[in-house]
């Protein structure tokens, strides 16, 4: 084989590996789209439940005003980055609303994380003066819907 060609795997990885590995995952919708099939595909294999969350910005009147949902866009960044977990992944879907994608280990830790997601988010939307919704559906075979 040509040396030219050969990489050493190690190299791969070091390339691969290039974010600081803390806190939630945030990327674009295209790459989101892929880790959701990913973790719907693993969780038919252990059976370990995969929820959609989507928190929506909107003003006080309920109008969703892109320039004043923009205004909280960095902090609600900052917040899913901080208050989720390593594997779990986030993408803003449009202007006003963001997804989650959360792969848990059982049900019952959906309702500690909505809580926790809820008030934080509040905090926010109450210093902004704007609304955030936040709401879960099921990826896989659950039969439940969150809204907070």
Known sequence: ???AYETDLMLIKKNLIDDELSGA???EIDHFRVLCQVEIRRSLRTDNPVFLGMITVSGLDKSRNPKQVQSV????DQMLSSSLRKGDVFAWW????VLILLAL???DDLNCVGQRLHARLQEIADAERVRARLEF???TAEVSFLAY
């Open 137 to 139: 559906q099921p990826l």
């Open 105 to 107: 280990r059982k049900r």
């Open 94 to 97: 449009n202007q006003t609303q």
């Open 25 to 27: 995952f945030g990327c």
């Open 73 to 76: 866009r960095g902090r609600i």
């Open 1 to 3: 084989m040509d040396a």
